[in-house]
């Protein structure tokens, strides 16, 4: 392997170190562990999105760097927020995201039988109890972080009582909200997880898997260490918020007859500049109509990143830059950008594309008359070769690549000045045509024969090299521009995030013109227009019209960012 190659290797997530790598390895090392079970545990009630993709590598990543397996683990213990739209669109991203799970996937709802037979377990051991107090009643003797709780009237009922309550409870005889379960634990615990929590509760709701088979339904924390027990999970790695579950995690596991031993590891969620990542935030973007759903582009979600255009590479490249730790930090969105463009750039086809198009005739240029030019498809990988690009009398350059009366740095194309169009001939503007309103619609230039290819024979210099299309060949198009979501970095950290909303995160140009090649694209391949950015086709897109997304702007502000934090 060259020196390169190891450095890319190396920064590839399943070559990284972190210590939940370090903690994995030591294990195997002191033979705790033959082999490392993993698991990625969503719960079926959103798509999910580049927060999850952090997960998703770690837990793959970490399986598949130790020849172990991680399975894919619906956590669905939540009737009422779950669908199967949820459940195929989960199953649709992990793949997209480069990782597969085999046979192993699995649903918390395939235990409930077996969860049911432990709840009545910690009950018989006098371990669990069927409260009578309502929800706010629990809430009121639960204390506070200074304040102990206090007992529940009902803690101390016998067991066989509760035992009957809870029997009942499941064949359907009280109202939803008369009763739980709850371990009994300590009422005045520094931890209030320990608090005697709640195990099961009454729902009469349609379960998506177990139709109306059940009318208990386990908690989170009752759910989840049981669920890795039974797939003989080693390492239950999670977001850093259950850390102070993590006692309440193992009190379960030591009082119930599970068949292996699992343990919670906590690492810090990934949070994003200028982007919200709660799931809950998310429904309400999309349920308000604040976007055109789970997959608008501009959406975090891992089905919006892949119709925005970013390649599942470049999205485990970030997440294996971003690393593993204890730390919440916020991470800009423009290293996610700059992954992209990096990796865009080996690989995207260029292309021609007017994206606001200004009309130019050449004048002297024979009425008619057309012909082509070879144009390389990616100056960075010979092996994509070239196509021919078409040249006439009439073609379109890009409006902002005229002004009329040009201030000092402005090089492009102006009264009297002559600049390269890309791969085809030098021009120059001899006049501007106005419409009655005073816009310039239409430039009138010469082109010097001399220069085919682009350079004059004289050897003389311009200052600026135009992209352009034909006017007889370019097909119409529209494009789509993002821009971010938000327009703060921390949205909500003031108020309300939707009032954060960026009104002009989106800008559809509706009258682009493109060169006749682009024709062939293909939703999934990335593109470069060029001098513009990183493209790809949109599914909207038609036989009777395309549809582009740009993905990220030439524009690196990542790089600019470091450039700041090197010379501060
Ligand atoms: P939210 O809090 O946004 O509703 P969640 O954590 O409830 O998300 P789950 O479907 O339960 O969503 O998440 C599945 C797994 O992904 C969990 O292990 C969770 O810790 C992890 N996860 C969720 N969000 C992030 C994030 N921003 N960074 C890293 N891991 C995350
Ligand atoms: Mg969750």
């Excluded at 195929?88 to 049911?116: C, H, M, P, T």
């Excluded at 494009?479 to 995030?497: K, Q, S």
């Excluded at 086709?537 to 038609?542: C, N, V």
Aim: charged content about 30%; hydrophobic content about 35%; overall charge negative.
């Amino acid at each position: 392997m060259s020196g390169a190659d190891a450095i890319g290797a190396a920064r590839r997530p399943d070559r990284a170190s972190d210590f939940i790598r370090d903690i994995v390895h030591a294990d195997l090392e002191a033979g705790r562990h033959k082999t490392v079970v993993t698991r990625f545990p969503p719960e079926p009630n959103g798509y999910l999105h580049i927060g999850h993709a952090k997960s998703i590598c770690l837990n793959f990543g970490v399986a598949e760097a130790f020849g172990g397996c991680c399975n894919l683990r619906f956590d669905d213990t939540n009737p009422a927020k779950e669908e199967h739209e949820y459940i195929d669109a989960i199953e649709r991203d992990v793949r997209w995201l480069g990782f597969d799970w085999g046979e192993r996937a699995y649903f918390a709802s395939d235990y409930f039988g077996q969860l049911y037979e432990w709840a009545l377990h910690l009950i018989r051991a006098g371990d669990a109890y069927v409260d009578d107090l309502s929800a706010e009643a629990i809430r009121e003797y639960r204390g506070t972080l200074t304040e102990p709780g206090r007992n529940s009237p009902y803690r101390d009922r016998p067991a066989a009582e509760s035992l009957d309550l809870f029997q009942r409870m499941r064949a359907g005889e009280f109202a939803e909200g008369a009763r739980v379960l709850r371990a009994k634990i300590d009422m005045s615990s520094g931890n209030i997880n320990l608090r005697d929590p709640v195990l099961y509760r009454i729902r009469y709701a349609r379960h998506p898997r177990t139709g109306d088979d059940w009318c208990i339904y386990p908690t989170y924390d009752f759910a989840h260490g049981q669920s890795d027990a039974i797939e003989h999970v080693t390492h239950s790695l999670c977001t850093l918020e259950f850390e102070d579950h993590r006692p309440l995690y193992d009190w379960l596991i030591e009082h119930l007859p599970v068949p292996s031993r699992p343990r919670q590891y906590e690492f810090a969620r990934l949070s994003l500049s200028h982007t919200v990542l709660s799931k809950r935030r998310l429904v309400q973007l999309v349920r308000e109509g604040h976007v055109r759903g789970w997959d608008d582009p501009r959406m975090p979600t891992l089905a919006g990143l892949r119709r925005r255009g970013l390649p599942p590479a470049a999205i485990r490249d970030f997440i294996g830059r971003v690393g593993v730790a204890r730390s919440d930090n916020r991470v800009e969105v423009a290293l996610l950008e700059h992954c992209v463009r990096e990796l865009l750039n080996r690989t995207a086809a260029r292309r021609m594309a007017v994206l606001r198009p200004l009309k130019v005739v050449i004048t002297n240029y024979p009425d008619g008359r057309t012909e082509t030019f070879e144009a390389i498809n990616n100056p960075e990988d010979p092996s994509a070769g070239t196509r021919s690009v078409s040249f006439g009398r009439e073609l379109y350059i890009e409006r902002d690549d005229f002004m009329e009366d040009p201030p000092k740095k402005f090089f492009r194309l102006a009264p009297g000045r002559e600049v390269r169009l890309r791969y085809a001939y030098l021009i120059t503007c001899r006049e501007v045509i106005k419409d009655a309103a005073g816009e310039v619609i239409e430039l009138r230039c010469t082109y010097d024969p001399a220069s085919r290819g682009g350079d004059a024979p004289d050897g003389r210099k311009v200052k600026a090299t135009l992209h352009w299309v034909s006017a007889a060949a370019a097909l119409p198009a529209e494009v789509r521009l993002y821009e971010h979501l938000f327009t703060r970095p921390d949205p909500g950290a003031e108020g309300d995030f939707l009032a954060d909303l960026n009104p002009r995160s989106l800008e559809v140009l509706s009258d682009c013109r493109v060169e006749p090649a682009l024709a062939e694209a293909v939703v999934g391949e990335a593109l470069q227009f060029e001098r513009q950015g990183y493209f790809c086709l949109d599914p909207d897109a038609s036989a009777g019209g395309l549809v582009f997304n740009r993905t990220v702007s030439l524009r690196d502000s990542w790089a600019k960012i470091q450039q700041k934090g090197a010379t501060s």
